[in-house]
């Protein structure tokens, strides 16, 4: 199951990215046209950022041509303006992100690229994350407008071992929400390589829905994953990151009927028997879908790798 896009990750924490108070020079000598050029790229990015902090979507369009896209940390790009305009009320909200070691160049007169560190806090935080970004600014009408933005994590998960982190999630659980009952159930394999998840949602005590996820290490992607499969014929996979106290899941569904759903899921313990599941910014075939939140307890035990490896 997936976390959609203005979350740390998706698109606003690297927004957050481009703007920056100034902007080293490219060379030694610049002509009066590069100078004027480079204080044009630096203003966009102070616009920008303005534009960021004061949250309206429909303004923050405007800084973008009409096909940019971003790629989030872990490979997921979308078209720029279609995410904006799902945002619920036209609002945003943006964490407060720092850069360093900003540098741009100019791959021709009307391009240029800007690159550097950033720092975010994470959804909840508690973490700080880091990563870098690498922007595609295009001059359009004597304007500079965004053609990509691409952010990339410097930290994450090092090693199939950094799975212990899930153990939190294995046993039974039980919630309910808007009349439904959800049940999930999850435990090792042997080698505690993979937790497996299964999912079962009932309606007035008949099964409507069922699944099984497998989460796992990818060594491809160099992060935790999940591999999903459900009984309607639908499948997907998500990439999982511990920020802080909460898990974040950004996930995407093949549905049954050819459809592509895509959804950004929280997961935070407010203790070890209880779990707060929230899934937000769902989309099917880019058209919004409905948020939820759902509070999960533990109703039974998992064979949790703790557990088995203090025998």
Known sequence: MTFSIFKKPFILVALGFLATTGFPRIAPAQSTAEKNDEAAVRQAGKDYLAAVERGDAKPLADFWRPEGTYTDEFGHTNR??????????????????????????????????????????????????????????????????????????????????????????????????????????????????????????TSAGKEIFSGTQEIGWDPVSQHIRSWMFNDDGSYGDGFWSLEGNSWMVLTSRMLSDGQTSKATHIYKFSNKDTMIWKSIRGTVDGQPADDFEVVLNRIGPGNSSTKKSSK
Do not use: M
């Open 80 to 201: 720029v303006r279609d995410l904006l305009s799902g945002e619920s009320g036209g609002k945003i909200a943006r964490p407060k992100t720092d850069v360093s070691n900003v540098k741009i160049r100019f791959l021709t007169p009307d391009v240029a690229v800007e690159e550097g560190d950033c720092e975010t806090p994470s959804t909840d935080g508690a973490a700080t994350i880091k990563g870098r970004y690498s922007a595609l600014w295009v001059r359009q009408s004597e304007r500079w407008k965004l053609e990509s933005l691409r952010d990339s994590r410097l930290q994450s998960v090092a090693d199939s071992g950094q799975l212990a982190e899930l153990d939190v999630f294995a046993g039974q659980w039980s919630g309910e929400v808007n009349k439904l009952k959800i049940e999930v159930s999850a435990k090792w394999n042997a080698k505690k390589t993979f937790l497996r998840r299964d999912f079962k949602i």
